[in-house]
């Protein structure tokens, strides 16, 4: 290799563009099969609520997101035909995927609003708990002092209920309450109740990286240029630990789906349409009649999101946090 050589390749080098975390953390991800797979599972998922979402919004009708429509005798087994005779024409056989509930509605329509219905609450669930628990747990960290001392008393407070009590008193109350004359009900009460209780692990958890993190040397130049605090928080200290709310985010959504599915168990949460855990509370009673699969259809689609999220949110968490990369 000649002196010339040597020197190009010095040059390329240097000038050689770095991949940032994201990139890296990205490309670690692709590399895992079964992460991506987890990850086309909850886009599915997803994608199947957002249709559900604007088809319900715009008045489409579509034939499997009409769940309460009749479509065939009571307690229909699943994958049995029945005669089916329109207004007019020969009698015609459809099949029954999932079977029928009592009132002959098709249990697989059921199950994919039911997807909709979960999804919705806790998409805002997540972002109520971020909404109240990032800023508090950055600011606590930040000025320590009696802002910490008032955020900590928060936390060791409700920390010191059980968090499904805590999470039904919440739902009762925002039931009977009327903030300006404005009644909550419904599926805006549930996730109201969950986000409103469950911002303490990220608020505890951004505190713990903003102490770590604020006498770092790009706050203490931030300071020298005589940056502001709200701008030393919200513009160096939290992007730098974005990562790991993304990464608590994906790790605690099937936590909010489990929530939704015991408080809808329990009679408390959407009760006029749809849900996992409102077609799992209708179908125990009918176990001992032999009907066992609208139970069986809620039970699987929770197991497969929450299995989808578990996996991916580990390897998420693999691939973003420095501290935790194996490969």
């Known amino acids: 290799m000649t002196e010339n050589d040597a020197i190009i390749l010095d040059s390329d080098d ?5 991949r940032s975390l994201w990139s890296d953390g990205i490309r670690r991800l692709r590399r895992r099969r079964l992460a991506m797979v987890c990850f086309w599972v909850i886009v599915f998922y ?3 609520a957002a249709f559900e979402f604007i088809a319900e919004s715009t008045g489409w009708k579509v034939p499997f997101t009409q769940w309460n429509e009749i479509v065939g005798p009571s307690y229909q087994k699943p994958l049995a035909a029945y005669e089916w005779a329109p ?3 020969p009698a015609q056989r459809r099949w029954t995927l999932f079977g029928t509930d009592f009132l002959g509605r098709s249990t697989f329509r059921r199950t994919l609003y039911g997807a909709k219905t979960s999804i919705t609450v806790a998409l805002f669930a997540s972002l109520i708990s971020l909404a109240i628990g990032v800023p508090l747990g950055a600011i606590a960290g930040y000025f320590r002092g009696w802002i910490d001392e008032i955020v900590i008393w928060m936390i060791s407070t409700l920390s010191t209920i059980p968090y499904i009590l805590l999470l039904m008193a919440f739902a009762v109350v925002l039931r009977i309450w009327k903030p300006f004359g404005l009644e909550i009900r419904g599926i805006t009460a549930v996730y109201l109740a ?3 209780t469950s911002w303490v692990g990220i608020c505890r958890l951004i505190r713990g990286e903003i102490i770590k993190r604020k006498e770092s040397e790009y706050v203490l130049s931030a300071r020298a240029v005589g940056c502001s605090d709200g701008r030393i928080i919200f513009s160096h200290l939290l992007p730098n630990v974005f990562h790991i709310i993304i990464i608590n985010l994906s790790l605690r959504f099937v ?3 489990h929530a939704e599915v015991i408080l809808a168990f329990l009679g408390l949460g959407e009760t006029d349409k749809p849900s996992w855990g409102a077609m799992i509370d209708s179908a125990r009673a009918e176990l001992a009649r032999d009907v066992w699969w609208e139970m069986t259809a809620a039970t699987v689609a929770i197991f497969f999101l929450s299995l989808a999220l578990n996996l991916f949110g580990d390897a ?3 691939c973003l946090d420095p501290k935790l990369r194996v490969d």
């Open 194 to 196: 969950m986000g409103l």
């Open 46 to 48: 997803g994608g199947l």
């Open 14 to 18: 240097s000038t050689r563009p770095g």
């Open 316 to 318: 998420l968490r693999d």
């Open 255 to 257: 936590s909010f789906i």
């Open 87 to 89: 207004e007019e024409g």
